[in-house]
């Protein structure tokens, strides 16, 4: 194992909580070599064949196994090594692809035609950027993103931001349980209810659970199995429907949207807070730890760091295709529709469905149940059937990821190493019981609104990935010589304030269109706000002392909040702890910081 992995296990115990009970830990060797060892195994690397016990099969994610690298002396593009990165980007481009996105992109067409496409397709441009970030923190450190904010903040910001991410992924399962629930009451023609579908989904997990077991390659090949089931069935309604293919060029080059009102607005922000989910940039940062990257030599790491780079744009260009398809097909067939227009012909398709859309002059209001109806009695009972079998696809590949995600952030933030099925036993618990309960006693459309609400809520999540990302990317402390660039840094910051102020404008618009009548719902949120912006200011606090406003650290009583700590302690201690473990050799660590620069 190389010093830098070496660095990061040691760095298990230098975290702000336990640093205070280390002197009395120098007595209990035997304590300390246990607690080093378990480290070891759940964030080392892994051969396949080590000697684990059951208990770290149970808690250990991802990283059964690792895949080897091939090595190339001259470091020229190799199709060879690609092969052996890919893996961790087709995983993260599932969030690209999840039940929630989907919607967003069939409201899309049907709200704004062909005019939005251009949106999408920077959004994911932006999200290739963001994930970027993530991937080269993870292969950089060894470390992922959760794992490095365990030791950059305090106990209450860092359990603040772990309870920020886990309502993101809680949010993500909600949608995943919808769209899950919704396939199979359209593949089952509405013999099996919706609160049923819900709890099959509790069934679905645990099986899909065990397929890690076959080997890390393995459960690869199946979530890209599940990427080509859903560009084949969406795929198949794009060329079924045969959008204007000139609109859809159209749509993606020219950056702008004609005639549009607050409506097409509010979609267009919509989209951009679909798209970019926070807990995966978390998810990214720790998925390419199973590579076996050597990181005693910077060439390997900037090789390792470019294949990555490649490897993530391919799978999110194919989840772009996937999103333009499904976004171009209902832009065609119920964009300006009217319910009557759909009503009428569902009814001389002799479609059961048909009360689905009354039989008014309202435009239609789409989700994912809505469209596959559409489909069935526009195009055939085939049609709906293949769009239900894609939704399946979404809603099962999103719930392994997010499965993963809790589990790398609950390992990372707290240091807690839970077997996988009691994890994913709670987050999905908690999904299911307002979703259930929905189900049960409300309708489709209450569903649908439920959609649109955890889409408003995930986007609130955001800055709490995008944020510790960037500032952990930007410090020279971290990263060493990889350390993000000038024009990365103003990127970077640029892009994440757009984004923060894009989706905080959708959660407000959001709350005033539904929740201005209800004067406690509004005074509450407005006070959740007030916390929620004081948490921002702290994080950015942090980013701006790495990017070089140290004066912030000057400041009386809160200064200190701010302060990046040395690398290789990286915590909060006071000087006369710095200088003890200076003297028991503790700053002999290597780090990327103190890489000779070529």
Same mark, same amino acid.
């Given at each position: 194992?190389?010093?830098?992995?070496?660095?990061?296990?040691?760095?298990?115990?230098?975290?702000?909580?336990?640093?205070?009970?280390?002197?009395?830990?120098?007595?209990?060797?035997?304590?300390?070599?246990?607690?080093?060892?378990?480290?070891?195994?759940?964030?080392?690397?892994?051969?396949?064949?080590?000697?684990?016990?059951?208990?770290?099969?149970?808690?250990?994610?991802?990283?059964?196994?690792?895949?080897?690298?091939? #090595?190339?002396?001259?470091?020229?593009?190799?199709?060879?090594?690609?092969?052996?990165?890919?893996?961790?980007?087709?995983?993260?481009?599932?969030?690209?692809?999840?039940?929630?996105?989907?919607?967003?992109?069939?409201?899309?067409?049907?709200?704004?035609?062909?005019?939005?496409?251009?949106?999408?397709?920077?959004?994911?441009?932006?999200?290739?950027?963001?994930?970027?970030?993530?991937?080269?923190?993870?292969?950089?450190?060894?470390?992922?993103?959760?794992?490095?904010?365990?030791?950059?903040?305090?106990?209450?910001?860092?359990?603040?931001?772990?309870?920020?991410?886990?309502?993101?992924?809680?949010?993500?399962? $909600?949608?995943?349980?919808?769209?899950?629930?919704?396939?199979?009451?359209?593949?089952?023609?509405?013999?099996?209810?919706?609160?049923?579908?819900?709890? =099959?989904?509790?069934?679905?997990?645990?099986?899909?659970?065990?397929?890690?077991?076959?080997?890390?390659?393995?459960?690869?090949?199946?979530?890209?199995?599940? =990427?080509?089931?859903?560009?084949?069935?969406?795929?198949?309604?794009?060329?079924?429907?045969?959008?204007?293919?000139?609109?859809?060029?159209?749509?993606?080059?020219?950056?702008?949207?004609?005639?549009?009102?607050?409506?097409?607005?509010?979609?267009?922000?919509?989209?951009?807070?679909?798209?970019?989910?926070?807990?995966?940039?978390?998810?990214?940062?720790?998925?390419?730890?199973?590579?076996?990257?050597?990181?005693?030599?910077?060439?390997?790491?900037?090789?390792?760091?470019?294949?990555?780079?490649?490897?993530?744009?391919?799978?999110?260009?194919?989840?772009?295709?996937?999103?333009?398809?499904?976004?171009?097909?209902?832009?065609?067939?119920?964009?300006?529709?009217?319910?009557?227009?759909?009503?009428?012909?569902? $009814?001389?398709?002799?479609?059961?469905?048909?009360?689905?859309?009354?039989?008014?002059?309202?435009?239609?209001?789409?989700?994912?149940?809505?469209?596959?109806?559409?489909?069935?009695?526009?195009?055939?009972?085939?049609?709906?059937?293949?769009?239900?079998?894609?939704?399946?696809?979404?809603?099962?590949?999103?719930?392994?990821?997010?499965?993963?995600?809790?589990?790398?952030?609950?390992?990372?933030?707290?240091?807690?190493?839970?077997?996988?099925?009691?994890?994913?036993?709670?987050?999905?618990?908690?999904?299911?019981?307002? #979703?259930?309960?929905? #189900?049960?006693?409300?309708?489709?459309?209450?569903?649908?609104?439920?959609?649109?609400?955890?889409?408003?809520?995930?986007?609130?999540?955001?800055?709490?990935?995008?944020?510790?990302?960037?500032?952990? #990317?930007?410090?020279?402390?971290?990263?060493?010589?990889?350390?993000?660039?000038?024009?990365?840094?103003?990127?970077?910051?640029?892009?994440? !304030?757009?984004?923060?102020?894009?989706?905080?404008?959708?959660?407000?618009?959001?709350?005033?269109?539904?929740?201005?009548?209800? =004067?406690?719902?509004?005074?509450?949120?407005?006070?959740?706000?007030?916390?929620?912006?004081?948490?921002?200011?702290?994080?950015?606090?942090?980013?701006?002392? !790495?990017?070089?406003?140290?004066?912030?650290?000057?400041?009386?009583?809160?200064?200190?909040?701010?302060?990046?700590?040395?690398?290789?302690?990286?915590?909060?201690?006071?000087?006369?702890?710095?200088?003890?473990?200076?003297?028991?050799?503790?700053?002999?660590?290597?780090?990327?910081?103190?890489?000779?620069?070529?």
């Amino acid at each position: 194992m190389n010093l830098l992995e070496e660095s990061g296990h040691q760095l298990q115990d230098m975290t702000p909580d336990k640093h205070n009970r280390q002197s009395s830990q120098q007595q209990q060797p035997s304590e300390a070599d246990e607690l080093n060892s378990r480290h070891k195994q759940n964030y080392g690397v892994i051969e396949e064949k080590s000697d684990i016990n059951d208990r770290t099969q149970e808690t250990d994610t991802y990283f059964m196994s690792t895949v080897p690298i091939p #090595t190339d002396i001259s470091y020229a593009f190799s199709w060879r090594k690609l092969w052996a990165f890919t893996g961790p980007g087709f995983l993260m481009s599932i969030a690209y692809l999840d039940p929630g996105n989907i919607q967003s992109d069939l409201q899309s067409g049907t709200v704004a035609q062909y005019k939005l496409l251009w949106v999408l397709m920077w959004s994911t441009v932006l999200g290739l950027l963001m994930q970027r970030l993530a991937a080269r923190l993870g292969v950089v450190t060894g470390m992922h993103l959760a794992e490095l904010c365990y030791r950059r903040y305090h106990k209450i910001p860092r359990l603040f931001l772990w309870i920020m991410v886990e309502i993101a992924i809680i949010g993500s399962d $909600m949608q995943e349980v919808i769209g899950t629930a919704l396939s199979i009451y359209l593949l089952s023609h509405r013999l099996i209810p919706l609160w049923a579908g819900v709890l =099959i989904t509790i069934l679905d997990t645990f099986t899909f659970l065990m397929l890690d077991k076959y080997g890390l390659r393995k459960l690869e090949a199946f979530f890209g199995f599940l =990427i080509t089931l859903m560009a084949i069935t969406f795929g198949y309604e794009y060329f079924k429907v045969k959008p204007n293919e000139l609109k859809v060029a159209e749509g993606l080059a020219l950056p702008y949207c004609s005639d549009c009102g607050s409506s097409e607005l509010l979609q267009a922000v919509g989209i951009i807070g679909a798209i970019i989910m926070p807990h995966n940039l978390y998810l990214h940062s720790a998925l390419v730890k199973s590579r076996k990257i050597n990181r005693e030599k910077k060439e390997d790491i900037r090789d390792a760091n470019r294949y990555v780079f490649i490897e993530s744009a391919i799978a999110l260009g194919i989840s772009l295709l996937i999103n333009i398809a499904v976004t171009s097909v209902f832009a065609h067939g119920l964009y300006n529709k009217t319910n009557a227009d759909v009503y009428t012909t569902c $009814m001389n398709a002799n479609m059961s469905d048909n009360n689905v859309f009354p039989n008014n002059t309202d435009k239609v209001d789409a989700n994912l149940y809505k469209a596959g109806v559409f489909l069935g009695c526009t195009f055939g009972i085939e049609a709906l059937y293949i769009w239900a079998i894609g939704i399946f696809a979404a809603g099962q590949s999103s719930t392994m990821t997010g499965t993963y995600s809790g589990q790398f952030v609950m390992e990372g933030f707290l240091d807690l190493h839970w077997p996988r099925w009691r994890r994913v036993l709670l987050t999905r618990t908690i999904a299911i019981i307002p #979703t259930l309960l929905i #189900t049960y006693f409300q309708n489709l459309d209450n569903l649908s609104e439920m959609n649109d609400l955890l889409n408003a809520l995930m986007s609130l999540q955001l800055p709490f990935a995008l944020l510790p990302a960037l500032t952990f #990317t930007s410090s020279p402390k971290v990263m060493g010589e990889f350390v993000n660039g000038f024009i990365n840094k103003v990127l970077a910051s640029v892009l994440s !304030v757009v984004v923060i102020s894009v989706n905080l404008y959708f959660v407000f618009n959001y709350v005033s269109e539904h929740f201005s009548n209800n =004067i406690i719902v509004f005074v509450a949120t407005a006070l959740f706000f007030v916390y929620y912006l004081m948490f921002l200011i702290y994080l950015s606090g942090c980013l701006l002392v !790495v990017l070089g406003l140290s004066r912030l650290t000057e400041i009386p009583r809160i200064g200190k909040y701010f302060m990046e700590s040395d690398y290789n302690e990286y915590n909060y201690q006071t000087i006369d702890n710095q200088s003890q473990e200076t003297s028991n050799g503790s700053n002999s660590m290597s780090s990327p910081a103190n890489w000779p620069t070529s």
